[in-house]
């Protein structure tokens, strides 16, 4: 039983900083991509950032140069560092993980980030 368990998520104000982490269970990602999703309310669940096993990674424009993210293979992690934070960055933020970040087969259950203006 695969399992991804999100952490790291809280209540900032603009321009603060926070780091995601999610932690892989039940199996190891030894190829493919594991990444970040999020859904603000009453919106559709969009891509944040991805990363393959080989560390190429992929970002929304819309977090670029603001969000990093990372992994650590050994430990089946990966991070979302999110720096300079905006109100429209508030979402549910979902761990995922798959062949490649258009087909993510595994999902967490999401963690909340509330930015306050």
Known sequence: QVQLVESGGGLVQAGASLRLSCVASGR???SGAMGWFRQAPGKERDFVASIMWSGGTSY???VKGRFTISRDNVE???YLQMNSLKPED???YYCAAGSNPLNMKYWGKGTQVTVSS
């Open 60 to 62: 929304a424009a819309s």
């Open 28 to 30: 190891t990602f030894s």
């Open 90 to 92: 508030t979402a549910v």
């Open 76 to 78: 089946n992690t990966i």
